[in-house]
């Protein structure tokens, strides 16, 4: 699985293991033992070989190794498909993203619930694949037959996320994944609904991240009426590198046509692009 940190709203309509010892994590079933809660105040930080949790005292919680190394690129989807069945991405070759913006509305309930869990988010990713940031919700950090909103952290085999927070159909949603600090070639980026509290995760000795997604991810899908009715529509998207420039962004795409799903770029660009991801 990628590396990446992102903010992120979930829904998920049954228990998420897939055994014993998994849970369903945004980078799909991973063992519990590696996917840690962040508590309030608290940050995640690259020490060496190792990740530590951190407390907002400055105490170290939990040391994990990262072992494992993931594929960089998410592929096609058939009919049913789980993982990002629809997004929009953007990969940067120029200075680092000082900061990735985008809101968007809490969606409709599905109709219908089989099992599947939902998951909405605007992300940036390193140009390796190997990691996530982004704002989320539900799954092994909890969540039910409702909506809730997270940040995540995935790394190599390691996933980390603070508390959840139940949202409302309707509320909107303002994530955020910006870059606030360098040291030599490391990076340090915060995530967060900046309209929700709690939901704040700093990420400190990351390699750059380069890689911008607006994303639908899907887990135990098996039919139409588990997705919602209509779009959700990701509405003042800034992209702008840490250079105070705002570049020439244009958006790629990736549908899902076999199940009705469609990402379509409405408002090109880096200064309120508009981003649309259909059911």
Do not use: C
Not at 162 to 172: A, D, E, F, H, L
Not at 220 to 236: E, I, L, N, R
Request: hydrophobic content about 40%.
């Amino acid at each position: 699985m990628r590396t990446s940190i992102f903010t992120a709203l979930l829904a998920t309509f049954a228990l998420a293991v897939s055994a014993a010892d998994t849970v369903l994590t945004p980078g799909g079933h991973r063992l519990a033992t590696n996917v840690k809660e962040v508590p309030a105040g608290g940050r995640v930080a690259h020490v060496g070989n190792d990740i530590h949790v951190i407390d907002a005292n400055g105490t170290v919680l939990h040391i994990a190794t990262p072992s494992v190394r993931g594929s960089p690129t998410a592929a096609a989807v058939s009919p049913e498909e789980t993982g990002w069945v629809a997004f929009a991405s953007w990969l940067n070759t120029g200075a680092p993203i000082g900061s990735f913006k985008a809101s968007w509305t809490v969606p409709p309930m599905p109709a219908s619930q089989h099992g599947q869990t939902l998951f909405l988010f605007n992300s940036i990713e390193p140009a390796t694949g190997d990691a996530i940031m982004q704002p989320y919700g539900g799954s092994a950090a909890g969540g039910g037959q409702f909506w809730s909103v997270a940040t995540w952290y995935l790394y190599m085999d390691q996933t980390f996320f603070t508390t959840p927070v139940q949202v409302s159909v309707g509320q909107t949603l303002d994530g955020i994944v910006e870059l606030v600090g360098t040291s030599g070639s490391t990076f340090t980026y915060n995530s967060q609904f900046t309209n929700i509290g709690g939901t704040s995760l700093t990420i400190a000795g990351s390699e750059q991240l380069a890689w911008a997604t607006i994303t639908l991810e899907a887990y135990a899908v098996t039919t139409a009426s588990d997705y919602p009715t209509g779009s959700t529509v990701f509405s003042g998207t800034n992209l702008e590198l840490s250079s105070g420039v705002f570049p020439s962004v244009s958006w790629s795409t990736q549908s899902d046509p076999a199940d009705g799903l469609s990402t379509t770029i409405n408002v090109e660009g880096s200064t309120s692009a508009t981003i649309t991801i259909k059911y």
